[in-house]
């Protein structure tokens, strides 16, 4: 079994600054494409940011220039660096990864989410 725990949310101003993890343990031999989702009341769950399969990444356009995506192979963890943070930021974040098996199956897993809210 895969888990992914994310840590670092919180409450933050405007303009203040929040850094992400997700950890990934378990029975893990390989990560394929791995990122970051959100999830705000009442609205349904996007893309925040991403390293594809290639190794490329994705940003959502809100997004752009304010925060960056980044991994640790060694530690098998992801994180999300989110400056300059807005209102409209405030959501669920949520880690999501395709993780390889014992048996070379691709499955997707999702961490339980951490809450950041941001206060204007």
């Known amino acids: 079994q895969v888990q992914l725990v994310e840590s670092g949310g919180g409450l933050v101003q405007a303009g203040g600054s929040l850094r992400l993890s997700c950890a990934a343990s378990?029975?893990?031999?390989?990560?394929?494409?791995v990122g970051w989702y959100r999830q705000a009341p009442g609205k349904q769950r996007e893309l925040v940011a991403r390293?594809?399969?290639?190794?490329?990444?994705n940003y959502a356009d809100s997004v752009k220039g304010r925060f960056t995506i980044s991994r640790d192979n060694a530690k098998n963890t992801v994180y999300l660096q989110m400056n300059s943070l807005k209102p409209e930021d405030t959501a669920v974040y949520y880690c999501?990864?395709?993780?390889?098996?014992?048996?070379?199956?691709?499955?997707?897993?999702w961490g339980q989410g951490t809450q950041v809210t941001v206060s204007s």
């Open positions: 999501n990864a395709e993780v390889r098996n014992y048996y070379g199956h691709y499955v997707r897993y």
């Open positions: 378990g029975a893990i031999y390989g990560i394929n494409d």
């Open positions: 390293f594809t399969s290639g190794g490329s990444t």
